[in-house]
């Protein structure tokens, strides 16, 4: 299964690639992850829990950098058993563009591979959760450099007003409808 994408971090591509080797940050991003202990020097050990289709099992694996080139891209390669439930591996080549603007682009190429009961899921699941696991990933990667959300204003926008008008009419078309609902329980019952 591969795929690949592209995100712009609005952060310079120093900051990018610190998180990038930062045990804490590669924790929050890896979704179900229970543990992650070590460092980029000597690799990660990992234990991560997931439910693919019918199949949830807790995979003990590790991590590793390989083809680093400071600054500029690595790869992510990671294997972890998962028990009776088989086993996943692949890896993930990560490239880092400076933007004009100061920002981050982010590109990425995954390759996973399954096997075991996992692989007996069938294709569609398996590269659907490995397209949404790679999306999950990145998309906390992104959270983690850019740090939380600016908070909305407390003075609504019109259009927030706006849509809170539609809401306050529908909260009395129910109570239009509940004599009608009575009446049919009533025959129902009857």
Partial sequence: MQMTDDRTIAAPPETVWKALFDPEVLKACVPGCQSL??????????TVTQ???PVKATFK?????????????????????????????GEARVRLNPTDDGQTLLHYDVDAKVGGKLA??????VDGFARRMAGEFFTRFQEQVEGPAPEASETPEPAEAQAAQPEAASATEPAAEAP???SWLKRLIS
């Fill in 51 to 53: 439910k693919v289709g």
């Fill in 61 to 89: 694996g590790e991590v590793t950098m390989a083809d680093v080139v400071e600054g500029e891209s690595c790869t992510l390669v990671g294997e972890g058993k998962g028990g009776a439930a088989g086993f996943a591996k």
């Fill in 120 to 125: 007996q899921l069938g294709s569609r699941i």
């Fill in 37 to 46: 202990t070590g460092s980029a020097e000597e690799g990660y050990q990992a």
């Fill in 180 to 182: 009608a609902k009575k």
